[in-house]
Structures are given as structure tokens and as C-alpha cells.
């Protein structure tokens, strides 16, 4: 079998917490080398990364310069450059991934070099994985697998790239070549939607995991998705992370499975023990985990704040959270909400509300049910004068006044 050197490109801003589980993670499916380039980082991950530098073919760089001189283009600023640098370091390929996406072999015995073998012609190739997102993490700091895994499917990609392909366009999720082999994992030919070719068709989404495909740690637990929350984005420093849709716990048609055998896992496992000792890193990991957990109670009063002047806003990015510090946050959203429009039962003027902010107080209402069965019906009410004649609230409204009858709530 054909050894190949394969390079990872990641970008990491504040990941101290998870950087040792990532790292190890790939070079023990056979990756040969990692590059991390740190951005506007706060945490000690250069102090974690130098202890891991120092026995293991990772190395790690300041990327603040570049990004003060292409902040619109910061990302595939550093992925050219990580492109050109492999090259000339006789790398036979890159992959580009973030510090929350694992490489990962459904099988959990193949590696980045079985996977490569099984591919014709791959010095010509671009081949795409796609993401399964990890979902159902209920404790902070989880490991990232376990015998028994829950993942939706997802149309994004991630890409490794051949270092022989003259690339014409570099992208987040995939690059741009002429005369390139583009392919999914399944060595299928990959037609994108998307002019990028960062997403899959519908039909790949609705099918099947793949053999190897992307894990993708985008929530982890509720906790550390409040967390991430005031990391904000490299374009918007200072400010609340607002690409997210919300924390999602639930399980749809994209729901899939995949187990891992206990012994294949206890293996990994121990060898990851090995890692952490060699590396000397458990004290700089429970400080990163430290840090997670104070930036928690900071990105509460950065929501709190913002939940003044833009409470939908707000309520999108909580939504799925039923953490006790949420709850109450959510409550304070909706009262204060009320306090405007208190009671439009007896008034002549038109209630007002977009549908964003609409939807906003439905979800809501509907995850109060629980917790204030009688402020969700009062929210419901108010909703129904904008649509009188919506099934699903006109449901649940009947739903809750039977049950505070029934209850005598």
C-alpha cells in the first residue's frame, strides 16, 4: 500500500479546550502532519500547542498579520498560503478543516492512507466529505465519539486537495481547478449546486452515511454552544457569533447512526491517554476548559445586552436551549416583549410583527410549555390575533387551556 503524505490546514481562534482530542484524532487515522494558523486567540493555545509541537508533527503560527491585511478574505488568504507552503514541503495533499470537524472512517479501522489507496488516480483529484453533524452531546466536554454515535446529515462539504491540481480558486469548503477529478467519498463524481462546490444534492443528503465522511461537533453541549456564542467571528470581533440558528437537539428525517466497536474504541481511547501524557497537556486542558466555562457567563450578558434592541435576534440564536440561565434569559426576552403589546384583546390597533420576529415568539412559546404553561398560552394568544386561523397555534392554544383546566393549574 502506497504511503502518502497528507498534510491538515486548520484555522482556530480560542480552541485550546479541544485542540489536544483534534489533533490526536487525526494523527492516529494516519494524517502525517498539521498546521494551525491562530487568529485573535485569548485562550493558551500556543502554550498547549508548544507542548504538543514538541513530540508530534504539529506546527502552529500567528495568523493576526494576515488577517489585519485580508480581513474580508482572511480564510482563503491562509489557505493559499498553507496550499503553496505544502507544496514546496513535498506534501502529496492538504485537507482543510476547523478544529470542530473530524475526518473520520465509518468503520473506525481504515485510514486517510487505506482511503487514498482505494481511489484511482488521486494525484489528480479533488475529493469532498461530506459533513454528519454530531447531535445529543448532554455533557460539557464529551469525548467526541462513542460506541454509539447520532449525526444529521448535512449538505456541506469539506475537501482534501491534490498538491499536482493548479488550483484557480481557493474556497471555505472546496477549491476551484480546471481539469480537476471531483469526488465524493464513495469515488463517485461530485456535480455541485452550489458554484463553490461546497454542497451535495439533495439526493446525497437523503441517503445513507458514507464510508468516510466529516464529523462535525457544531453544537456539543448547550453549555459550550452558549459559550461559543461570544467568540463572535473574525470579521466581527467583540460581538455575539449570529451564524447560528439555534441549538438543535431533535431528530428529523437527516437523523442517521453509526456505531463503533467497543474494542476499536477502547483502543482509541488508550492510545489518546498515551497522547495526553506524552504531550504533558492535562493542566493547560482543564485551564482551556476553564476559560470555556467563564466565557459561558460572559456570552449570557453579551445576549442579555443584546436582547434589548434586538430580542428576535436573540431569541433565533437561543432557540433549542433549555438550560436554566436560558430560560430565565428567555422569559425576561418574552416579558418584556409583552410589555409593549400587553393585551391587544380589548384595543383597536393592529398588532405588528414580522415574520421573523413571529416565529421567533412561537418557538418560544411552544419551548415555555413546559416551564410557564400559563405565559406560553399568553404569548399563543397574542400570536393567534395575527393568524386566527393557524392550525398549529389554534392546536396548541387548545392543548394548554385543557391542560391548565384538567390540572387546575
Known amino acids: 500500500m502506497k504511503k502518502f503524505d497528507v498534510k491538515i490546514i486548520a484555522i482556530a481562534k480560542d480552541e485550546a479546550a479541544y485542540l489536544s482530542e483534534w489533533v490526536f484524532h487525526h494523527l492516529y487515522f494516519g494524517f502525517t502532519s498539521i498546521d494551525i494558523y491562530l487568529n485573535g486567540t485569548s485562550d493558551n493555545s500556543v502554550e498547549l500547542l508548544s507542548s504538543i509541537s514538541a513530540n508530534f508533527p504539529v506546527s502552529y503560527f500567528n495568523a493576526d498579520r494576515i488577517f489585519k491585511k485580508a480581513p474580508e478574505s482572511f480564510q ?7 496550499f503553496k507552503k505544502a507544496l514546496s514541503n513535498g506534501c502529496d495533499f492538504v485537507l482543510y478543516l476547523d478544529i470542530d470537524e473530524f475526518w473520520t472512517p465509518a468503520c473506525f479501522d481504515k485510514n486517510i492512507n487505506t482511503f487514498l489507496n482505494q481511489i484511482k488516480h488521486p494525484e489528480n483529484s479533488v475529493i469532498s466529505f461530506e459533513w454528519a453533524t454530531k447531535i445529543n452531546e448532554d455533557s460539557p466536554f464529551l469525548r467526541p465519539f462513542q460506541t454509539q454515535n447520532n449525526v444529521l446529515k448535512s449538505d456541506h462539504v469539506k475537501s482534501l486537495v491534490s498538491t499536482k491540481i493548479k488550483v484557480r480558486e481557493f474556497h471555505e469548503h472546496n477549491i476551484k481547478s480546471n481539469n480537476s477529478n471531483y469526488l465524493l467519498a464513495d469515488s463517485s463524481r461530485f456535480f455541485s ?20 465522511f466529516i464529523l462535525h461537533r457544531l453544537y456539543r453541549s448547550q453549555n459550550e454552544y452558549i459559550s461559543l456564542l461570544a467568540r463572535g467571528r473574525a470579521s466581527q470581533p467583540g460581538k455575539l457569533k449570529t451564524n447560528r440558528n439555534g441549538y438543535i437537539q431533535e431528530s428529523t428525517d437527516l437523523a442517521r447512526a453509526f456505531s ?20 504533558n497537556v492535562l493542566h493547560l486542558i482543564n485551564n482551556a476548559r476553564r476559560f470555556i466555562i467563564d466565557r459561558y457567563y460572559n456570552s449570557l450578558i453579551m445576549l442579555s445586552e443584546a436582547s434589548i434592541d434586538q430580542p428576535d ?3 433565533r440564536l437561543i432557540r433549542g436551549v433549555n438550560t436554566v440561565d436560558i430560560h430565565s434569559l428567555r422569559e425576561q426576552i418574552i416579558r418584556r416583549s409583552l410589555g409593549v403589546f400587553p393585551d391587544y384583546s380589548n384595543r383597536k390597533e393592529q398588532l405588528s410583527l414580522t415574520v ?20 406560553s398560552l399568553k404569548i399563543l394568544l397574542i400570536l393567534k390575533q395575527l393568524r386566527p386561523n ?4 389554534n392546536s396548541k392554544i387548545d392543548e ?10
Open 390 to 393: 393557524g392550525k398549529l397555534i
Open 313 to 315: 435576534e436573540v431569541l
Open 193 to 212: 449546486p452550489c458554484p463553490r462546490m461546497s454542497l451535495v444534492d439533495s439526493n446525497h443528503v437523503a441517503g445513507p452515511l458514507k464510508e468516510f
Open 260 to 279: 463503533i466497536s467497543p474494542l476499536l474504541l477502547h483502543n482509541y481511547l488508550n492510545k489518546y491517554e498515551d497522547f495526553l501524557q506524552t504531550s
Open 400 to 409: 394548554l387551556e385543557s391542560k391548565i383546566k384538567s390540572d387546575k393549574i
Open 356 to 375: 421573523r420576529q413571529f416565529e421567533a415568539l412561537r418557538d418560544v412559546a411552544f419551548s415555555l410549555q413546559r416551564s410557564n404553561i400559563r405565559l
Open 76 to 82: 482563503t488568504t491562509v489557505y493559499k498560503h498553507a
